[in-house]
């Protein structure tokens, strides 16, 4: 329960009209009134139906997709907000599209999120808050403050419910150099092991294993990623783990369920026993019975609070 003398507004676009409503269910207030619509041609038209001035506003939305219309949306309710005279206006941005495009990767490449940090804040985006970003220097792209939640705690505590801690029959397995530091922190908080895959990525969401570095022989595995997109690179890192390895069994676990183009089919025919993802991304009706979705609506509402109240919100990282 929020008991500060200030005044709190908690907004939805389209793209997270769950997470926001239960966000506010939490702190005990209601969802912002207001209307997000399309012109015939495809202009979006937002429209605040309660004052704003001089409150403290919070505007939630992810950037998936359709990740231009969601960011266009969440671009046009910040400025109307800022023209609205609001006194603070932060972007809760629970899955923050392009952030894959943090660098020059190969000649005349546009580094996108970079863009993006420039435009939330030329819109009038007073702070930040996401969780999980692909690349963490990200947050050094803006001039604003940004705080970057941590989706693995949630997801730890779900696997040391089912595995405990110190099993040794459990790996965690990174599905690729880059996200060894990410898998490391999480086989830290459930006590086990680390192994990774070696792989080569030939163009975009086609990779290929190359071999496996550590032991996963008869042991039951855990992917961490922090985003399943097509599921390519999950579903072969678990084959390989399967068939190279000698792995017992496969289980895999991400911050963001992206799930574009054929993941859902990919994911079914896989050799995983479960996906284990957050609600950071609304996810349809009739996912795949492998999938399980965790929520994150009592983190963001937790740091929400606390910027609310000006207090520290680095505990929650922990």
């Given amino acids: 329960m929020i008991t500060h003398g200030k005044v709190i507004k908690i907004f939805s676009g389209n793209s997270s009209v769950r ?6 269910d939490i702190l005990s207030v209601p969802v912002g009134s207001s209307a997000v619509s399309t012109f015939s041609d495809g202009e979006i038209s937002v429209s605040i139906l309660e004052s704003v ?4 506003v919070f505007v939630v939305q992810s950037t998936s997709a359709p990740v231009n219309n969601n960011l266009m949306e969440l671009l046009i309710m910040i400025d109307a907000f800022k023209r609205a005279s609001a006194g603070r206006i ?10 894959r495009q943090d660098r020059k990767a190969k000649a005349h ?27 963490p220097q990200i947050q050094g792209f803006f001039n604003i403050p940004v705080d970057n ?37 999480f086989a830290e908080k459930i006590s086990a092991p680390l192994a990774i895959i070696d792989k080569r990525r030939q163009k975009a969401n086609v990779s290929e294993v ?9 042991k039951t595995v855990i992917l961490v990623d922090d985003l399943i997109d097509t599921a390519g690179t999950l579903c072969n890192a678990a084959k390989a783990l399967m ?22 089919e990919r994911i079914d025919n896989s050799v995983m026993k479960e996906l284990v993802i957050l609600d950071t991304i ?24 606390r910027i609310y109240e000006d207090l520290s919100i680095s505990t929650i990282f922990n």
């Fill in 19 to 24: 997470l926001a409503k239960d966000i506010a």
């Fill in 53 to 56: 001035r001089g409150a403290d």
């Fill in 90 to 99: 932060t972007a809760v941005i629970p899955y923050y599209g392009y952030a």
């Fill in 109 to 135: 490449d546009p580094i996108s999120a970079k863009l993006v940090a420039d435009i939330l804040t030329t819109a009038g985006a007073d702070r930040v808050l996401t969780m999980d970003l692909h690349a």
């Fill in 149 to 185: 939640l941590l989706g693995s705690p949630e997801l730890a505590k779900y696997y040391l419910k089912i595995f405990g801690a110190n099993n040794p029959d459990v790996v965690c397995v990174s599905p690729d150099l880059g996200s060894v530091t990410r898998t490391r922190k």
């Fill in 210 to 218: 190359c071999h496996i570095i550590g032991d996963v022989k008869d």
């Fill in 243 to 264: 068939e190279i390895g000698g792995a017992k069994e496969v289980y895999a676990c991400a911050t963001h369920g992206v799930l574009s183009g054929p993941a859902m």
């Fill in 282 to 305: 609304e996810q349809p009706e009739g996912l795949s019975k492998k999938i399980k979705v965790l929520p994150v609506a009592h983190i963001f509402a937790e740091a929400i609070q």
